[in-house]
């Protein structure tokens, strides 16, 4: 195979173990990465843009934690719930959110269920994911209520929309599909199981 088409697939699935946001984050790219380490012999031309590479990759990689709103544009912004709910206490900051339909049916550990109204208007403090077995990530929206936090799971993102417009995709479609690649170690076992 020609030099460039290996440098550049090898690139592809190394920006995209820095996008991860996985269980297992950079992990699988550290084939990739020692890949790299090797094609610094390959000249002068290699070099630099293997540099080059490791650079984006490293910056791609801080800002999951240093500037998550590159990856999660709803971070900061507004929501608007479109639908009566309910919440109760979980833990110490954050608490669970339920839909009105579900809230007879609750006990909460102190005994108080707050009701959240139709068009109340709430803050997206932060997001976080969980991969399942499905490999089919799921984010949570942390919103600012009071002095905690409510945690929205991926289930409920149709009663919340950001000024009338749906706030899917929670993360953008690029980091998306580059963090996708970093799926290839399972690939074997999902096609012999």
């Given at each position: 195979?020609?030099?460039?088409?290996l440098?550049?697939?090898n690139?592809?699935?190394?920006?995209?173990?820095?996008?991860?946001?996985?269980?297992?984050?950079i992990?699988?790219?550290?084939?990739?990465?020692?890949?790299?380490?090797?094609?610094?012999?390959?000249g002068?031309?290699?070099?630099?843009?293997v540099?080059?590479?490791?650079?984006?990759s490293?910056a791609l990689?801080?800002?999951?934690?240093v500037?998550?709103?590159?990856?999660?544009p709803?971070?900061g912004?507004?929501?608007?719930?479109?639908?009566?709910?309910?919440?109760?206490?979980?833990?110490?900051?954050?608490?669970q959110?339920?839909?009105e339909s579900?809230?007879?049916?609750?006990?909460?550990?102190?005994?108080?269920?707050?009701?959240?109204?139709?068009g109340?208007?709430y803050?997206?403090?932060?997001?976080?994911?969980?991969?399942?077995?499905?490999?089919?990530?799921?984010f949570?929206?942390?919103?600012?209520?009071?002095?905690?936090?409510?945690?929205?799971?991926?289930?409920y993102?149709?009663?919340?929309?950001?000024?009338?417009?749906s706030?899917?995709?929670?993360?953008?479609?690029?980091?998306?599909?580059l963090?996708?690649l970093?799926?290839?170690?399972?690939?074997p076992?999902m096609?012999f199981?």
């Amino acid at each position: 195979m020609p030099k460039i088409f290996l440098f550049v697939l090898n690139a592809l699935f190394l920006i995209g173990g820095s996008c991860n946001l996985g269980n297992f984050s950079i992990l699988p790219a550290l084939p990739m990465f020692c890949f790299q380490i090797y094609m610094l012999d390959w000249g002068k031309n290699f070099y630099r843009a293997v540099i080059i590479v490791y650079v984006v990759s490293l910056a791609l990689f801080v800002s999951q934690y240093v500037y998550p709103k590159l990856y999660f544009p709803l971070i900061g912004n507004k929501v608007v719930i479109n639908q009566d709910a309910c919440i109760t206490p979980f833990g110490e900051k954050a608490q669970q959110w339920y839909l009105e339909s579900d809230c007879k049916n609750l006990t909460a550990s102190d005994g108080k269920i707050r009701k959240l109204n139709k068009g109340s208007h709430y803050e997206v403090d932060s997001v976080s994911n969980s991969n399942s077995v499905s490999l089919k990530s799921e984010f949570f929206l942390k919103l600012k209520y009071e002095n905690s936090l409510i945690t929205v799971s991926d289930n409920y993102k149709n009663i919340i929309t950001n000024e009338g417009k749906s706030i899917q995709p929670v993360l953008r479609p690029i980091f998306y599909y580059l963090s996708n690649l970093m799926i290839y170690p399972v690939v074997p076992l999902m096609l012999f199981l």
